[in-house]
């Protein structure tokens, strides 16, 4: 995966969206997959011994897989993003499930879509930053090309 150009966090710090110059790409913070280690590290079941130890090893396992698991979409399957009454508004070419539009999180004891969740000024960066990169793979070349050339006689007339 190329590095992100831009990452925004959620204003809870629970979700990380990342744009790519390929994809984007939705993941749980770094600061809950830090909690979620050290919940486990300090949990006594998952030190004890025997079949209570196992289990509690297995079902944090399975977690830390889930968890770790992102949404991620090609840039080229998203056609625009912008902001609207402040959440990020996805069009897509090509919709999979999950999408972004499909998690919540939890801000102030409501679930909330996790795109209303991002601060206006960092939706509007991301909206920004992506209408940016499609503009540099299509659509800019036709504007380039339409201004008269200097060197053109029949420019001139």
């Known amino acids: 995966m190329s590095e992100p150009m831009l990452t925004i966090t959620s204003r809870e710090n629970a979700v990380q969206l990342s744009l790519t110059s390929e994809q984007v790409r939705m993941t749980?913070?770094?600061?809950?997959?830090?909690?979620?280690?050290?919940?486990?590290?300090?949990?006594?079941?998952?030190?004890?011994?025997?079949?209570?130890?196992?289990?509690?090893?297995?079902?944090?396992?399975?977690?830390?897989?889930?968890?770790?698991?992102?949404?991620?979409?090609?840039?080229?399957?998203?056609?625009?993003?912008?902001?609207?009454?402040?959440?990020?508004?996805?069009?897509?070419?090509?919709?999979?499930?999950?999408?972004?539009?499909?998690i919540t999180i939890v801000m102030d004891g409501v679930n909330t879509p996790v795109l209303a969740a991002f601060a206006p000024s960092d939706a509007q960066a991301f909206a920004e930053r992506f209408a940016a990169l499609k503009g540099q793979s299509g659509g800019a070349f036709w504007s380039l090309h339409l201004a008269p050339s200097h060197d053109d006689p029949q420019s001139d007339k």
């Open 28 to 102: 749980l913070s770094e600061a809950v997959m830090r909690e979620f280690h050290d919940e486990v590290r300090a949990d006594p079941d998952v030190k004890a011994p025997g079949l209570t130890g196992r289990f509690a090893r297995f079902v944090t396992g399975a977690v830390e897989k889930l968890i770790s698991s992102s949404i991620q979409y090609a840039v080229a399957d998203i056609e625009s993003v912008e902001v609207r009454d402040g959440a990020l508004v996805f069009t897509y070419v090509k919709r999979h499930r999950p999408s972004f539009e499909d």
